[in-house]
């Protein structure tokens, strides 16, 4: 059977380089949750961090896409950022407010495990959108997840913070809205252009929240300024690499590789902030990441 020339043989540098640009992504993406952490521990509040965080990042990306294919690349119609508003501004913004909110209640190890439970998530409401029919092995995935989430609660509810844990789910379902929405945004829209005007609307919506709330306030130490700019910087660079990656492999191996985040995110909890897991939350965040895997290996799994 000859292979399709566009996918990199698993054998190959190319390979390789992609999945370590993936694995490189998902280390840096999984470190964000714990900078900001230490930004709130310096009076950060959350409105500030993530506007400056995206006011940094879109300035980034939108020169990084004119640098490299000119001013024109980066022009939408009026009809195109509309969707672009509701993509970046919407879903995206309420994903990032309840999710870095939510690790100010509980600890960013349980908040990261309860937020992947969005690719089950999507497999349910791609169902119902999309008409895809659901089988076993989406079945069996919500079994695990949700199964999973209950193990992740820890002994009951009444020991865990409702409200952090309320916003770690509010963040899976923008999260897979955002997922399911912004997959038809990207049929026409390419897909540096829609994180540059994702990152774009997020900010705006930042700025009119904060404006409106009136506690948007400026950082006032130089250890402050600097957790906020590392924010900003490595989430860039997340994407960026992310990017390279999907493109010297193939989606699927990228989702799958990324899957490193939330573990990320685990370790570095521990190590800074000696967040302790039990034995069956941790037994319960491995099925909440078996469910996501089973979900991103659906097609390849159902072929055999």
């Not at 000119?70 to 913004?93: D, I, N, S, T």
């Not at 506690?215 to 690499?241: D, E, H, K, Q």
Request: with cysteine; net charge positive; glycine share 6%.
């Amino acid at each position: 059977m000859k292979r399709n020339p566009e996918i990199p043989s698993p054998t190959s540098i190319t390979y390789y380089k992609g999945s370590f640009s993936v694995l490189a992504s998902a280390s840096l993406l999984g470190s964000v949750a714990i900078l900001a952490l230490f930004a709130y521990k310096e009076n950060v509040n959350v409105m500030t961090m993530l506007l400056l965080r995206f006011s940094l990042s879109t300035l980034f990306l939108f020169l990084f896409s004119i640098c490299k294919k000119g001013y024109q690349c980066v022009c939408v119609e009026r009809k195109q950022f509309l969707r672009l508003f509701l993509l970046g501004g919407v879903f995206y913004a309420f994903f990032c407010f309840s999710y870095f909110s939510s690790i100010q209640y509980i600890p960013a190890s349980l908040a990261v495990l309860i937020f992947y439970t969005y690719p089950t998530l999507v497999a349910i409401v791609s169902s119902f959108i999309n008409k895809e029919r659901i089988t076993r092995i989406v079945v069996m995935s919500i079994f695990l997840s949700f199964f999973g989430l209950y193990f992740v609660s820890g002994p009951g509810l009444a020991s865990a913070n409702i409200k952090g844990l309320l916003l770690a789910v509010c963040a899976s379902v923008f999260y897979a809205a955002y997922v399911i929405y912004g997959h038809s945004v990207m049929k026409v829209t390419p897909f540096h252009i829609t994180v540059a005007y994702v990152y774009l609307c997020a900010t705006i919506s930042y700025g009119i929240g904060g404006l409106l709330a009136q506690n948007v306030v400026l950082p006032r130490t130089f250890s402050a300024w600097f957790y906020v700019f590392l924010v900003s910087f490595i989430s860039v660079c997340g994407f960026i690499t992310f990017f390279i990656g999907v493109k010297l492999t193939t989606p699927t191996v990228a989702s799958i590789l990324s899957m490193v985040e939330p573990l990320v995110t685990v370790l570095l909890s521990v190590i800074f902030f000696q967040d302790r897991l039990s034995l069956m939350q941790g037994i319960g965040g491995g099925l909440v990441l078996l469910g996501a895997l089973l979900i991103i290996l659906k097609n390849r799994i159902e072929k055999r």
